[in-house]
T-cell receptor, first 109, second 112 residues
Framework: QKEVEQNSGPLSVPEGAIASLNCTYS??????FFWYRQYSGKSPELIMF????GDKEDGRFTAQLNKASQYVSLLIRDSQPSDSATYLC?????????FGKGTMLLVSP | DGGITQSPKYLFRKEGQNVTLSCEQN?????MYWYRQDPGQGLRLIYY???????QKGDIAEGYSVSREKKESFPLTVTSAQKNPTAFYLC???????????FGPGTRLTVL
């Protein structure tokens, strides 16, 4: 049973559009959720985390959490070619984080 | 600057050899982790350590070994028993269970 699921993509959007990335999780007790961005050949870097139901905004990024439906999403407004990367969703599982396989985002100029 | 360092960046191994990947952090984090990433795949947990002199197996520990003699260091040995070791290896640390993990730059291991 996979704990964290993401669509592998690629998700292709034109520059300036809104990119919507989704993640579902199986553990109803999960309290915190993390979004990482990973450029090709590089290590993941944390871009957002969210603990409470609703939306959390940070610049062009918005994380949305719906615990009842067990999904968390990441919206990227005004997408730029530099946003092209793989986005990983992560959920705590005991002392570790469980990562989804990631969604590849391609932003075309 | 606080952070996590991994060395070497690239490593080539002949079949049958053991190799050790270095991971050092100066973030004063208690917990450290080793992941393996294959092309187009997510992160798979190899080993983790929550405190010095203690570590636990992750999902794919077979063919790997670790030690945690110092808080700052968590080296990973890829043994000859690991049949398909070519991958990107990532070390991470965190200040508390369930908190965000911070990653090192990674080591790319290739078996010749």
């Amino acid at each position: 049973q996979k704990e964290v699921e993401q669509n592998s993509g690629p998700l292709s959007v034109p520059e300036g559009a809104i990119a919507s990335l989704n993640c579902t999780y199986s553990d109803r007790g999960s309290q915190s959720f993390f979004w990482y961005r990973q450029y090709s050949g590089k290590s993941p870097e944390l871009i957002m985390f969210i603990y409470s139901n609703g939306d959390k905004e940070d610049g062009r990024f918005t994380a949305q959490l719906n615990k009842a439906s067990q999904y968390v999403s990441l919206l990227i407004r005004d997408s730029q070619p530099s946003d092209s990367a793989t986005y990983l969703c992560a959920v705590p599982l005991g002392s570790t984080l469980t990562f989804g396989k990631g969604t590849m985002l391609l932003v075309s100029p | 600057d606080g952070g996590i360092t991994q060395s070497p960046k690239y490593l080539f191994r002949k079949e049958g050899q053991n190799v050790t990947l270095s991971c050092e952090q100066n973030l004063n984090h208690d917990a450290m982790y080793w992941y393996r990433q294959d092309p187009g795949q997510g992160l798979r947990l190899i080993y983790y350590s929550q405190i010095v002199n203690d570590f636990q197996k992750g999902d794919i520990a077979e063919g790997y070994s670790v030690s945690r003699e110092k808080k700052e260091s968590f080296p990973l040995t890829v043994t000859s028993a690991q049949k398909n070791p070519t991958a990107f290896y990532l070390c991470a640390s965190t200040g508390g269970a369930g908190s965000e993990q911070f990653f090192g730059p990674g080591t790319r291991l290739t078996v010749l």
